[in-house]
């Protein structure tokens, strides 16, 4: 094995295989998708492994598991805390009211909420 067997190997065909891995695991493990969505790209990636591949990451949403939507809603809620410091009670309560009606908040954390901003 010469000098540039092993660079593309090491350089370029072993990164490719592991993105190519990690895309078939993260099909695997989304619950966001259908039995049959999911076969559709399993087939894409396999017979497009690179560009296939690529696709996917590249149309791949995020917040496609459970971990990733809670990751995603905690940085949101952290970002809200972090930088509301400054808004009046009224708005920090319409927001709060806001995220309930969503459904972005169950009704004890808009309880603790209302009291820590009414200061109960």
Do not use: C, N
Not at 6 to 27: C, E, G, H, T
Not at 66 to 75: C, G, K, P, V, W
Request: no cysteine.
């Amino acid at each position: 094995m010469d000098f540039w067997d092993s660079f593309f190997l090491f350089l370029i065909f072993i990164p490719l295989i592991m993105i190519w891995v990690f895309a078939l695991f993260d099909i695997f493990r989304r619950d966001d998708m259908s039995g049959w969505l999911k076969a559709l790209w399993v087939v894409v990636i396999i017979l497009l492994p690179f560009l296939g591949t690529l696709i996917y990451l590249i149309f791949r949403p995020a917040g496609a598991t459970a971990q990733e939507r809670q990751a995603i809603d905690d940085a949101s809620r952290e970002f809200v805390q972090r930088y509301s410091t400054d808004v009046s009670p009224a708005e920090q309560l319409k927001t709060l009211s806001d995220l309930h009606d969503a459904g972005k908040i169950s009704d004890e954390e808009f309880a603790k909420g209302k009291a820590k901003i009414v200061g109960d």
